[in-house]
DNA sequence: ATTTTATATCGCAAATATACGATGAATGTT
DNA sequence: AACATTCATCGTATATTTGCGATATAAAAT
């Protein structure tokens, strides 16, 4: 990225959508969010037997849905215990949800 | 990305999921969305004239959009059209909806 | 005190994303 | 025919992402 010429700025709700979208935008990510959702909770361990994925790449997306805020983790060495971020997930809930709620009932051009 | 180790596949949806959200996870994408929405469609040039951009790098937002799903463009040279992909909106709003109506209320544990 | 367990972080390599200017393509205008 | 308009694509530079193995950390178990 270069954005060199002007810095963007863009709406509040435009910022954290995409936020929250990129965090979601890999399918490994789902899949980690699926399985949170199913055992309400989980330790790293549970993920790396379930991804034919390294213990230090999952590591890393776990710590990018975390920056997101979309999970939280509860540190108890040497385990950590994972769970979605509730208040987060339902802001997100609620920004796609506005999103999608776009009315192009209209749009009869193309 | 390597991925030589194994090719790891995931379900249909959860493809289809972190593709849509990957091309709404950058603000630039959803501005544009956003005025679609408002103007039900637009030209390539309405975004120039409004986004702090290269025409060139708006053409390659349009692209990923339209290769993700979410527009489609009318070609009328030297001018194109572009207004949302409805179907696969809908499709998207659905998948989205699916995700986040996941079940964590049972959640306590964190 | 050493080893084990579970996880995070570092350093690296490869792939992908973002942005730009230059150029090409298609059509309309002069 | 030459030019203008609108947009896509190419080439390039830089940044970020994805992934791995190696190593660090912190507490429990031996």
């Known amino acids: 990225m270069k954005r060199t010429t002007k810095n963007i700025f863009y709406s509040e709700s435009t910022e954290k959508t995409a936020r929250f979208a990129k965090a979601l935008g890999h399918p490994v990510r789902l899949?980690?969010?699926?399985?949170?959702?199913?055992?309400?909770?989980?330790?790293?361990?549970?993920?790396?037997d379930i991804l034919p994925l390294a213990q230090s790449t999952i590591s890393q997306h776990l710590k990018e849905l975390k920056d997101a805020g979309l999970i939280q983790g509860e540190v108890n060495p040497p385990k950590v215990k994972y769970c979605i971020n509730i208040e987060n997930w339902h802001k997100a809930q609620q920004l796609f949800d506005t999103l999608f709620k776009e009315d192009f009932s209209k749009i009869s051009c193309c």
Chains 1, 2 share one sequence.
């Open 31 to 48: 899949t980690i969010l699926k399985h949170l959702s199913n055992l309400s909770c989980c330790h790293t361990g549970d993920l790396v």
